[in-house]
């Protein structure tokens, strides 16, 4: 006769999973602070690629290695130029169905490269979200943390966008587990693809509690400390604050394209009864009426302190020293959109293909090198700006970009 299992039992082992749960989850954001020198944790990521700029398809996806197998080491030598030719051919004919599914499984590809060994593609093509028609799952633990979106669920003018785009929309899971310097690998590939982000979380995470508690952010909004450009933000509270559990606390509005959100994160991890004093901060960035930099991901406490005074001062309390910096809506963004984009090009130069053009200036010389790169067009999104205001840019963009290679390798 099989022992019926006590209820209580089974309860008690789902709460013990739970904790250990939460408790790696500490463990993981705890070792990031140390090694990235910051409080501030990137939680969540979505940016788009368009799939003129995505990478080529691999070989392997578009023609099993399998296939080569009966050719002599001629013949197959000679099938990978022919490849290799075609693989170019497919970049130059983008909208191609197959050839879309390949390069969003090459871009996932590296995508998981860059969060870590624990992370890879799930080996079938799934259902998509967010209206595109099909997605490949990123996993870890054969548990999807998120995954790259490509083709358009339907034919309606208003998604011919997403016929032509890819999106990758990482989630807070993947963002945890990920490794050490995730971020700035992921912030480089999207550099390299021309990407767009269209979100980014920034969350500020007090362990041991906020000083005064959730309470005191409730008195801090009735004061006018949490407003915006002097303006008191719309305000939703959610959860038991009778009690004093699952408590958070809205700031401004996902449609305005900037939230905060601060909450009990140790009663959502560990229940609703655990005493747990984990307060954390998370404030949601989207591209509406923004436009988000890629800087978001390597320098995260700068634009989480430049929200507003009030988040430059939660991040004082979390002993971290930041140069605020603001995310400003599109009516003020014309020169700040000139320096972001040189900003990204001096930095994909720099981390990209700085070796390579040093190698062809040393081997080639000075004569043949200028003939390489003289009368070439602007690259790709600096095309709509004036060479003036693109040279105008410059030289800020040049420091920010090397300032910042010179203060990782202090703190590294």
Known sequence: ????????????????????????????????????????????????????????????????????????????????????????????????????????????????????????????VRKGHDFYRFRWSIVRNEVEVGWVGYLAAGDSPRQ??????????????????????????????MDYTGATMTRCDLALDFFDGLSGGMERVRMDYRQGLCN????????????????????????GSKEAGKQTNVYEKGHQLFGKKDDSPWIRAELRYGNKLRELSTDM???????????????AQLLREADAVATP??????????????????????????????????????LLGVEQFMEIVCNRKLPGRLGRFTLSEIRRAYGRAHHRVHQGADAGHVAA
């Open 1 to 124: 006769m099989t022992r019926p299992v006590n209820s209580v039992v089974i309860e008690h082992a789902k709460r013990s999973a739970l904790v250990l749960d939460g408790n790696e989850v500490k463990l993981r954001l705890e070792a990031e602070r140390a090694h990235a020198k910051t409080p501030v944790h990137v939680d969540w990521v979505r940016f788009t690629v368009l799939l003129r700029n995505a990478p080529a398809p691999a070989v392997e996806d578009l023609f099993p290695s399998d296939d080569f197998d009966p050719l002599s080491a001629h013949q197959r030598d000679q099938c990978r130029v022919n490849l290799d030719r075609m693989r170019k051919l497919l970049r130059e004919l983008p909208d191609a169905d197959f050839c879309a599914s390949v390069q969003a499984k090459e871009l996932g590809e590296q995508v998981c490269e860059a969060l870590g060994p624990e992370f890879s593609i799930y080996p079938e």
């Open 160 to 189: 011919s966008g997403q016929a032509k785009s890819m999106h990758v929309n990482l989630y807070g899971s993947a963002c945890t587990f990920a490794r050490p310097g995730w971020n700035l690998d992921v912030a480089n590939l």
């Open 228 to 251: 915006s450009a002097g303006k008191k933000l719309a305000v939703n509270m959610v959860g038991d604050w009778e009690n004093g559990r699952e408590r958070s606390f809205y700031l």
């Open 297 to 311: 991901l390597r320098r995260p406490a700068d634009f989480f302190a430049g929200a507003s005074d009030w988040h």
């Open 325 to 362: 910096e603001k995310v400003l809506t599109d009516g003020r963004l014309p020169l700040e959109t000139i320096e972001a984009e040189v900003t990204r090009h001096v930095r994909w130069t720099t981390d990209v293909a700085g070796a390579n053009l040093a190698l062809a200036f040393e």
